[in-house]
Each structure stands twice: as structure tokens, then as C-alpha cells.
């Protein structure tokens, strides 16, 4: 390279010129280098695995990379010029946009933010950008530098996190209150309410087989009654399918159920659904629903927490079940030893060998010796010696089967005196119909009669109570020898008890739930007959003489007599591994009575109002309408009752509405009525005395209490400290009860129906008139 450089004299006249020659081959070669590194850098720039882009002033996109085009779905032309704000490429871009306008300001040189790209196929991902600031040496903005990172991860396991959270926070809740549960409507409403909320679905059922194996909704959230008569009854499982395993169908269009199927699912709004089977201890009890009204992504962790909730579910139902049975048996049991020891008359079994191995109170006052003198010893103890040979005889005649009835014999009193008695005998038989001892009914002659028939009607209830319990139920004495089993108890230990042998339990052998051995005189029905007190919350395992292991509860209770003195003991072994169902079916009796009553008024109702119609007196049409309306007025208080879940209670909001919406039919259009009511409990008891009630009253108060045909009428059935109060209010001058109830007879009916419910009407006028009853 030449430079030529002039060369001046003082006053700045140019004399000549110097040639100046510079070596540039370096200089090439540094630009030929700088070319490369941008094209490196350019590279770099669109092949970086991370979204980057220049954003001027504006927020308007000048250079986007290739990363960041494939991640909005988009090509690097479509993107330059749009702005990073424009709210159909981003969500949420107020936030953003404020940091950027401090950004430019020069405020802050960088920030970071989190939002949601919204794709060119409308797909939604969430981005962490990062925005820095580029300015130039003066310190002004140019423009940015915004690098966005795909945190679609890291927030799909931040979601998973939170919904785990979620999860676990609901299980705890779920089995809290299960605990508290007093019976299975409690139970059915707290799981549904875990399942929707914890497993995020939009509605749910819970279904159980019954009896026949068929299975039946027990309750369920937002499901029409069409649907549930549609699908009742289907299963993926049978009621002896073992282990069975959660089913989910993500998107009910694209799956393979049955057509008739499909398409009641369709109907009632399903897009997704899952069945989650309900097991105790390897028994298929039912399965609970989870229903979704869009399409569902089920995940393992999902199926996973639906089956703890199933099993959490299936042991509340197994506990509440079984607390019903002990409570049977205990009263059964109760009434047992009330029986027994109440009676006048003495009462004495035996074995076939003649060995005594129970003695009432009776038999103590009649012969003189206690209880603990007379069981174990042989019944010739009490049989004068001219007439042992009667004893070979009973015993004959009841090993063949035969009752010995009002068989009148001499018998020996302790002190040696001779009482004259009547012997009813009879045999027992064990569960399989074997006799195995005989049962003596021992009386004086003079009380043979009443006496007779007392014991007997009391002997047949014993055993008709006992064999209708079904649970395994045997008896001991005070040293809890065994003196009585059924059936259940044959089929749970898998042998026949030995009568007067066994001790302490029927079974073969026991063990603890741990699996170690368990001695029988260490067993709860041992400790309770030692310590004279029921034992609860033990749980057990029995060894039948097959090998096959059942898990158990017992319920042992001793048995006193009159003067509180341990007699024997009672226990019931509870198969927790299985139960049956029979709520469901009741409640279908429950809806086909009320059912029936409901279509009955409403016939009545028409008839009535066609006789209105054709009747020519005026008076016998208006008794008519009047007596029509009282019947529409219960018949909406049945169909309250109804459609209740509860066969005992309704809802006092749901019934008010229902009841005087009917009855609302009736006014003129220009009366409006106005509901309030607490959303309580009331006894079926009172539906049909408050639905009538209510009727009179309102029509009253159409009557008398709407100026010109018009006006507000007030109803409200409130919950108060004494109980409720029902009230009609309106608009009317009012009335002074004492004055008018003789001449009105539907005042007459309203006071009779107060005092059903054991209240009393009262009328105030201030500041509107106000008929009102408070009961209890």
C-alpha cells in the first residue's frame, strides 16, 4: 500500500512530497479472520439449542434463530416484525410488557419472566425469557437480547408436585373422616366428595355387587337417572375376580366399549372415564367412577392414588358393616340371657351322657343347687332312685330325634324332698343336624300351662334369633367351655366343635395377625371370661384343619345373671374378608313404595278435580278444588320422600320449594311468592301434617292477605333453638284467631295438624300478619 505525504515550507507552500509504502498482507488476513468468526457466530446464533431473538425498542422481533421458530411453530420470516406482545403469540404480555418499558427506559438493564407461548397450532408452552439490554457507548437503548428457554418440564413437575400435594392433603381428610363415619350414607358422601376433588374428575359414583352378584349404584354426583338405570349392572369384573386391576379410558370415542354402552356414556356428557375396583382382603366388594366431562390424560400416579382411596373406602364400608352385625349379635345376645335367666321356670340342658352344662336361676330355686354345684355333675344327681330308669329312656328318645312334651315325674329338691314337676325335653342339634344334648324345661304342675307356652315361644325365638344372625356365634360357660354354635361359625373354622370339649374357641387353631401362634386360653374370648369385660378392636387369624388361614375379628361378652355374676360368655367371629350387601336393595323397596303412594295421589287428585268440574253446586265444587289441593299438596310431599337418599329424613329447603311450588299453581299470576328455608333434616314423620299445613295456610292467605288480587306472600320453614317454626306472612288487615277458628275449617285442620307435631298456631299483625307453628 503507498501513502504519499506532502511536504510544506514555512508560509505553507507545498515543495515536495515524501512516498510512504506500507506492508498490508497482516491486515487481509485479520479481516479474513474476523469473516469467519461472524459466520461462526452466525451459525452459533441459529443453531443454539435455546430460543434467541433481537427485539428493538418497540418490542417488535428483528432476528429470531431457528430454535425459536420451531418452537412457536412458525418460520423465522413469519415471526420478524411481529411484536413479542401481541396477545395471539403470548399470554399474559401486561407483565411482561412492563418490565421491557423499564427496560428501554433504562431503568433495568435485564429481567426474567415466565409466560405461555401460544403456537402457531394453537398449542400452548411455557418459556422462561430472559431479556438483556444492548446499547451503545453513550448508554442508549439499541435494542434486546431476549433468550427464551422451553420450562415446559419443569412446570408439567411443578403441576405433579402441587397435585401430589393435593393428593396426599385429601387422603388424610378422606381417612379422618371415614373414621367418624357412623353409617354407610356418611361413608358414600365423603368419598365422593375425596374422589372428585383429588382425582380432579367432574363427576363420580360408587356401585357394590348385592346378593345375586348384580351390580348397583349405591350413590353417586351428577349422573342423570336415566344414565344410572342405562349402565347398572355392568362390570369389567365379576364379583369373584381376583386382584383386579384399575381400567381408564382416556377418550370414550376412540375406545372399544360396547355400543349400547358407548352410547349412554355419550349421552350424558362423558369424554373420559375410569373404573377403580373396590376390594377387601382380596374381595371384589364394587367399584367406585371417576367421570370427566373432556378428554383425560390418566397417569400411573393417578391410578395408583385412586386405588389407596378405593382401599380406604372398602375398609370403611367392612368396618361399618361389621359394626352393624356386633350390635345385632350383642342384642341378640342380651336378649338371650334376659330370656334365660327372667324365666319362672327352670331350664337345664345336657349332653347326651347326661352331664349337666347349664342350670338358670330357676333350676337354682326349684332344686336347690347352685349353678356351679349342678354343671358338670351328672342329671341323675336331682332323679329319685326309684326312678332312674326314666333317664335311659328320655336319653333314647331324644337321640332318635324325639321331643319328650309334658312329661309329668317326681324329682329330688337338695335337701332330699320330692317335687312334683312337668318335664318338656328336647333335643339339640348342632349346625349340621346332629343331636348332641338334650334341653329340659322343668316346672311346677299347677303352672304347667302358662308356663309352657312362655318357654316355648322363648325357645324359639332363641333359635330363630341365633341362626338369622349371619356371623359365626358361639357360646361357653364361666370356664368358657363351649355350649353352642351355629352354622357360620362350622363354616368359618372349617370343623364341628365339640360341645362341652372345646374351650375358649371353635376354631382348630389361632394365630395373630403377625403371624405367630396364638394359645386358645390366651385368645380375647379367654381374657374377656378372665377379666369379665368385653374385649374390642382385637383381630385374629384362624387356621382351618385344611390349612386355609381366616382373618377375623372377635366381639366376646360375658354373660351375667341377674346378680352380676359371670355365667358364660358369647363371642362372634366376624369374616373380614368378606361381607354382604343388602342396603342397596332396600333402598329400591324404599323408592317402589313411595313410588306407588306418589301415583296414587296423583290418581286420587285427578278424580277430584274431574268431580269439581262436573259438580253444579258451587259449594261441593269449591269443597272439591279445596280437597284437590290438599291431596296435590301431599302429593309433592311424596315425591319429596321419594327422591330422597335417606329413607328416614328429607331436606326441609328441597321439600318447601317442592311443596309450595305445587301448590303455587294455583294462585293468581299476580301473586308472587317468596322461599326461604334452612337446608336441614326433618323426619319423614312430619312431611305430610307440614305439606298440609302449608297448603292451608297459603290459600288463606290468598284469600284474606292479597289486597286487589296482588301483593307478596312470605313461607319459611326455619331452623330455631327449639327446634323449627313454619310461617306463612302477608300483606292483610290479619285476623284474630280466637274469633274465626270456629268458623273456618281450615283453621280447625291447621291446629289439629299443630298439635300432631306437637306445636301450637299463633297469628300476629304486626308489621304483617303472620301465621306460625313451632315444633319440635
Known amino acids: 500500500m503507498v501513502h504519499i505525504e506532502p511536504i510544506e515550507d514555512e508560509d505553507g507552500r507545498v515543495v515536495g512530497a515524501i512516498n510512504c509504502f506500507h506492508d498490508v498482507t497482516d491486515r487481509r488476513l485479520s479481516d479474513e479472520i474476523i469473516g469467519q468468526q461472524e459466520q461462526r457466530l452466525a451459525a452459533t446464533y441459529q443453531h443454539a439449542a435455546i430460543g434467541i431473538a433481537e427485539v428493538n425498542a418497540k418490542g417488535e422481533l428483528g432476528r429470531v434463530n431457528g430454535y425459536l421458530a420451531d418452537l412457536l411453530g412458525y418460520s423465522a420470516d413469519e415471526l420478524v416484525g411481529r411484536s413479542v406482545f401481541d396477545a395471539t403469540l403470548a399470554e399474559n404480555v401486561d407483565a411482561d410488557l412492563r418490565q421491557f418499558e423499564r427496560q428501554v427506559r433504562g431503568e433495568i438493564d435485564s429481567y426474567r419472566h415466565e409466560k405461555r407461548f401460544i403456537r402457531k397450532d394453537g398449542a400452548r408452552v411455557w418459556v422462561a425469557v430472559t431479556s438483556s439490554s444492548v446499547r451503545d457507548s453513550e448508554g442508549r437503548f439499541l435494542y434486546a437480547v431476549r433468550v427464551q428457554q422451553d420450562i415446559a418440564a419443569r412446570k408439567k413437575a411443578e403441576a405433579a408436585l402441587v397435585r401430589h400435594l393435593e393428593q396426599q392433603a385429601a387422603l388424610y381428610e378422606f381417612t379422618d373422616s371415614l373414621q367418624r363415619a357412623a353409617n354407610l350414607g356418611e361413608v358414600h358422601e365423603i368419598a365422593l366428595s375425596t374422589i372428585i376433588r383429588a382425582l380432579g374428575a367432574d363427576r363420580a359414583s360408587i356401585l357394590f355387587f348385592d346378593n345375586t352378584g348384580f351390580l348397583r349404584f349405591a350413590a353417586s354426583r351428577g349422573l342423570s337417572q336415566a344414565y344410572r ?148 355333675r351328672h342329671i341323675t344327681m336331682i332323679i329319685p332312685d326309684d326312678r332312674l330308669g326314666e333317664e335311659p329312656e328320655i ?257 326441609a329447603k328441597g321439600f318447601l320449594l317442592a311443596v309450595c311450588g305445587t301448590i303455587k299453581q294455583t294462585f293468581p299470576k299476580e301473586v308472587a311468592v317468596e322461599f326461604e328455608a334452612d337446608d336441614a333434616k326433618l323426619s319423614n314423620d312430619v312431611a305430610m301434617p307440614l305439606a298440609l299445613i302449608l297448603n292451608e295456610l297459603l290459600t288463606n292467605a290468598i284469600k284474606y292477605g292479597t289486597p286487589d288480587g296482588a301483593g307478596t306472600i312470605r313461607v319459611g320453614l326455619r331452623r330455631d333453638v327449639d327446634g323449627f317454626q313454619v310461617f306463612v306472612e302477608d300483606s292483610g288487615p290479619g285476623f284474630d284467631l280466637a274469633s274465626v277458628r270456629d268458623r273456618s275449617s281450615g283453621l280447625k285442620l291447621v291446629q289439629g295438624l299443630a298439635r300432631q307435631l306437637h306445636g301450637k298456631l299463633v297469628v300476629t299483625k304486626e308489621p304483617k300478619t303472620r301465621c306460625s307453628i313451632r315444633f319440635s
Not at 334 to 342: C, D, G, K, R, T
Not at 573 to 597: C, G, M, P
Open 229 to 376: 338405570t342405562a349402565v347398572e349392572g355392568h362390570s369389567p369384573w365379576s364379583r369373584d375376580t381376583r386382584d383386579p386391576e384399575p381400567i381408564a379410558i382416556a377418550d370414550v370415542e376412540q375406545s372399544g366399549l360396547p355400543d349400547d354402552l358407548k352410547a349412554a356414556v355419550r349421552d350424558e356428557g362423558i369424554a373420559a372415564l375410569a373404573f377403580i375396583p373396590i376390594s377387601v382382603r382380596g374381595q371384589l366388594l364394587g367399584k367406585f367412577m371417576s367421570y370427566y366431562d373432556h378428554p383425560h390424560d390418566f397417569v400411573e400416579s393417578e391410578l395408583r392414588f385412586a386405588l389407596t382411596v378405593a382401599g380406604q373406602l372398602g375398609f370403611a364400608v367392612d368396618r361399618v358393616r361389621l359394626e352393624t352385625a356386633r350390635q345385632t349379635t350383642e342384642r341378640a345376645a342380651n336378649q338371650l340371657v334376659a330370656i334365660v335367666e327372667s324365666s319362672h321356670d327352670a331350664i337345664i340342658s345336657k349332653d347326651l351322657n347326661g352331664i349337666i352344662a347349664s342350670w338358670n336361676a330357676s333350676a337354682e330355686r326349684l332344686f336347690g343347687f347352685t349353678a356351679d354345684e349342678a354343671i358338670g
Open 395 to 651: 336319653i333314647r328318645r331324644i337321640s332318635s330325634g324325639e321331643n319328650v312334651d309334658h312329661f309329668e315325674t317326681v324329682r329330688r329338691r337338695k335337701d332330699g324332698s320330692l317335687v312334683d314337676i312337668s318335664l318338656t325335653i328336647s333335643p339339640i342339634r348342632n349346625s349340621q343336624g346332629l343331636i348332641i344334648g338334650a334341653s329340659k324345661i322343668a316346672r311346677d304342675i299347677t303352672d304347667q300351662k302358662m308356663a309352657e307356652a312362655k318357654l316355648r315361644a322363648s325357645e324359639r325365638q332363641l333359635r330363630d334369633l341365633l341362626a338369622a344372625i349371619p356371623a359365626a356365634i358361639y357360646t361357653t360357660d364361666a370356664d368358657g367351655t363351649i355350649t353352642f354354635f351355629n352354622e357360620a361359625a362350622v363354616e368359618l373354622s372349617g370343623r364341628v366343635p365339640q360341645i362341652g370339649k372345646d374351650k375358649w374357641c371353635v376354631t382348630w387353631k389361632l394365630f395373630w395377625p403377625d403371624g405367630s401362634p396364638l394359645p386358645h386360653d390366651q385368645c380375647p374370648m379367654a381374657v374377656a371370661l378372665k377379666e369379665g369385660r368385653p374385649i374390642r378392636n382385637a383381630e385374629a387369624v384362624a387356621e382351618r384343619p385344611d390349612g386355609v388361614r381366616i382373618p377375623f375379628i372377635p366381639y366376646p361378652t360375658p354373660l351375667r345373671d341377674e346378680d352380676g355374676k359371670i355365667i358364660g360368655g358369647i363371642n362372634m367371629l366376624v369374616d373380614i374378608s368378606e361381607r354382604k350387601q343388602a342396603e342397596t336393595q332396600q333402598r329400591l323397596l324404599f323408592n317402589e313404595l313411595n313410588h306407588r303412594v306418589k301415583n296414587n295421589m296423583q290418581m286420587l287428585q285427578s278424580l277430584l278435580s274431574l268431580a269439581g268440574q262436573r259438580a253444579a253446586n258451587p259449594q261441593a265444587r269449591e269443597i272439591l278444588r279445596e280437597a284437590g289441593n290438599r291431596v296435590a299438596a301431599m302429593a309433592a310431599a311424596q315425591q319429596v320422600l321419594y327422591e330422597t337418599v335417606d329413607s328416614t329424613q328429607f331436606n
